[in-house]
């Protein structure tokens, strides 16, 4: 067991100012707020906690910046935005080290949130110059009919913790390549990943004013302040519903257009004539990426009646092998929950659901620390316990039978979210009677891993609106004009 050195080669990218108008500042108060390693509480930075006079400065520069920015060539902008993916590839180590010290994801994973994050940059970089208008058959013999296709304005994208680096790029790579420019509200828990972006944004050639990343300890202030502002016309959302919902009553005021990436209730449903040991290892991937802390993690397993005790048993066995702890140990495969409420709205969710009747199937305490959480298996999970309301976020499996194909339907769709869903099945009409029937954005075939730089993340219901990344990932931060000319 190895412990990974944290010192960066590029110590340039640990960053705690903020960044407005290409300069890094301190704010008008100087005030900052302290980042935490989740893993052991120990404060890592003093990040500067903009004030909302900042907050303004900053929409002011990517006000000033926008039609510039959206003036150049596709080709120009898309030039730009390789150099930035080149960029973050060759300090992909350093910034997987920022990552893990704030987020506390095991090193392997937050690499690989890195590049993953990256394939966002290169996907739109691609994609801005395949921005089609449209010519219409004109219903006046005298009239031309025309549909461009133009950026919507300054963005804003508010982005969670859980991922530091891939939120922001998922967002703001296809705003950028539209030609819009952006303000990034980055997480309380982990602004060092963002700022350490915009380090590398500024090298690769992102003139001034276009992207600006705004670390602040008020995220309510600051949300009002952009659902409020005039100048800002598109606001990007991931986080709760509850706060999605929020930001959708203050934005209504501007008519603010929203992306919302909100909370899920992921099912795992396996039917019984699924190759088990494949569920099973699809489970391992689905449930603990993360410690559990992704809006697509599963959040419901749902395993037919006739191969419940075979794959309880080989995911215990699999669940045993998993290491928990310090994210910089080279054989740690779930780290440390984020922060202290997390911990408690975990043990919450547990505790109710062994008083409701939950039965620990397994569970290994190994805890080296209060803040990391060992993976726990419950089986006998029913619908009145909250886990299986709210998303647990955290190594927990819920475990519940079914009998019939319907049932396992009703039950996957019996809650107010939509975001991802999974089904192990061999049976080819099965996959398309299932999937058609799942009410989610997203369903997974066989599979526990379903994100790509290429596919459109999102969901339905109280799971938000809006795709991220694929071909439809740009259309959300571009207006279509429609232009109408008389040639007679
Ligand atoms: C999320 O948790 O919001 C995103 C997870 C992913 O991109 O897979």
């Excluded at 590398?200 to 001034?208: E, S, T």
Aim: hydrophobic share 45%; net charge neutral.
């Amino acid at each position: 067991m190895n412990r990974l050195p944290i010192d960066l080669k590029n110590a340039d990218l640990f960053k705690q100012e903020a960044f407005i108008n290409g300069q890094w500042t301190k704010g008008t108060e100087k005030k900052t707020f302290p980042v935490y390693n989740p893993f052991n509480k120990m404060i890592i930075a003093e990040v500067s906690d903009l004030q909302v006079s900042d907050l303004d400065h900053a929409v002011q520069a990517a006000n000033i910046a926008f039609p510039t920015w959206a003036k150049l060539t596709s080709y120009e902008r898309s030039s730009i935005l390789t150099k930035w993916h080149n960029l973050i590839i060759e300090n992909e180590r350093d910034l997987a080290t920022i990552l893990t010290l704030e987020q506390g994801k095991p090193f392997q994973e937050a690499l690989g949130e890195i590049r993953y994050g990256a394939t966002f940059i290169d996907w739109f970089s691609a994609e801005a110059v395949r921005v089609y208008g449209d010519i219409i058959p004109s219903p006046d013999a005298n009239k031309r009919i025309s549909v461009i296709k133009q950026p919507i304005g300054v963005v804003v994208a508010i982005t969670p913790w859980n991922f530091p680096n891939a939120m922001i790029t998922r967002k703001i790579a296809p705003a950028l390549a539209a030609g819009c420019t952006v303000l990034v509200k980055p997480a309380e828990d982990t602004p060092l990943s963002a700022l350490a972006l915009a380090v590398l944004a500024k090298k690769a050639g992102i003139p001034k004013g276009v992207l600006n990343i705004l670390p602040t300890s008020k995220p309510v202030i600051a949300g009002d302040f952009f659902c409020a502002h005039k100048n800002i016309q598109k606001i990007s959302f991931t986080g709760s519903t509850k706060t999605g919902k929020y930001l959708m009553e203050k934005g209504a005021a501007t008519l603010k257009k929203l992306s919302l990436e909100l909370g899920g209730n992921a099912p795992f449903i396996v039917f019984d004539d699924a190759d088990v040991d494949a569920a099973v290892k699809g489970a391992i991937l689905s449930k603990y990426r993360n410690a559990g802390q992704t809006c697509v993690c599963t959040n419901r397993f749902l395993i037919h009646a006739n191969i419940l005790d075979a794959f309880n048993e080989k995911l215990a066995l699999e669940v045993n092998k998993m290491k928990v702890g310090d994210g910089f140990l080279d054989d740690t495969q779930i780290g440390p929950l984020i922060n202290e409420a997390a911990i408690k709205k975990v043990n919450f969710l547990l505790n109710d659901a062994i008083e409701k009747g939950a039965k620990i199937f397994y569970s290994k305490n190994t805890s080296v620390d209060i803040t990391v959480i060992s993976p726990i298996i419950l089986t006998q999970v029913t619908p009145d316990m909250a886990l299986s309301k709210e998303e647990i976020f955290g190594p927990i499996s819920a475990i519940t039978s079914f009998s019939t194909e319907e049932e396992a339907i009703y039950i996957a769709n019996n809650t107010e979210f939509g975001l991802a869903s999974y089904i192990y099945t061999k049976d080819n009409a099965r996959i398309h009677r299932v999937t058609e029937a799942l009410q989610y954005g997203m369903v997974g075939v066989n599979t526990g891993i379903i994100s790509y730089a290429a596919v459109p993340f999102g969901g339905i219901k109280e799971s938000g609106f809006g795709r991220e990344g694929s071909k439809y990932g740009i259309d959300e931060f571009q207006i279509l004009k429609y232009i109408c000319t008389d040639i007679s």
